[in-house]
């Protein structure tokens, strides 16, 4: 599994795998104290998504994109 170099292509890439099929999508997220990085992985069990970033700054657009999820999350559950 390779990991997605450019952030915007791996948000962009993550939602449109959620939006796909979102009762068998799953996001983790894992941070790794010796290396100071944290590995982002969304997947279908078909298709895996992966992002690694050292950069502090990144922890904002981490969030953004968490809560974009819950959003689209949030609003199927009220539909349903």
């Not at 590995?39 to 981490?62: G, R």
Request: net charge positive; proline share 1%.
């Amino acid at each position: 599994m390779t990991y997605i170099k450019s952030w915007e292509e791996f948000e962009k890439a993550a939602e449109q795998l959620y939006l796909r099929n979102p009762m068998k999508v799953r996001y983790m997220m894992k941070y790794v104290n010796k290396e100071g990085c944290l590995a982002l992985k969304l997947t279908d069990d078909v298709i895996c998504l992966q992002y690694k970033t050292e950069i502090l700054q990144d922890l904002k657009k981490v969030e953004k994109l968490t809560n974009n999820l819950m959003r689209h999350m949030a609003s199927k559950e009220s539909v349903a």
